[in-house]
């Protein structure tokens, strides 16, 4: 059996994420950012910055309907990564807020648009999701 990634990074965590999706749901059909959580060159990151809308796009975009939502989207951290304070407002840092707001936007949009620290969160999120298809 194939060894499993560590999760010390995001890039190994969505990896193991896309592995989970495979399982799940075959049929689905889904992206993942593979720069995020990646060391950039000045000219991969200009060029990043370029080609996408906003720096603030979800790590994992899930293209397949469910229930009254049009697809799911997750913004993935490690799992010691802190997103919410106690009083569950997003921590006071400037990239938190800019993809909390996206995610409310998405949302706005009709996707099902979650923060998911480390494996078991992402895999509550994935399951929540398909569930609303059942």
């Known amino acids: ?3 499993l990634p560590s999760f ?39 060029k990043r910055k370029k080609i996408n809308s906003s720096r603030a ?14 697809g799911l989207c997750i913004e993935l951290k490690k799992e010691d990564v802190k997103v919410f304070k106690k009083d569950g407002t ?4 400037e990239h938190l807020q800019e993809q909390a707001d996206m995610l409310h936007r998405l949302e706005s949009l009709g996707y099902y648009a979650k923060f ?14 398909f569930a609303r298809n059942l």
Do not use: W
């Open 8 to 46: 010390n990074s995001e890039a190994s965590l969505q990896e193991q994420v896309a592995q989970y999706i495979r399982l799940k749901r075959p049929d689905a059909i889904f992206m993942s950012d593979m720069a995020a959580g990646m060391k950039l060159t000045m000219g991969q990151a200009m």
């Open 1 to 3: 059996m194939r060894r």
């Open 57 to 70: 796009l979800p790590d994992l975009v899930v293209l397949m309907p469910v229930g009254d939502y049009h």
């Open 116 to 129: 998911a620290c480390g494996f078991d969160q992402a895999r509550a999120v994935i399951d929540e999701y």
């Open 90 to 93: 997003i921590r006071t840092n």
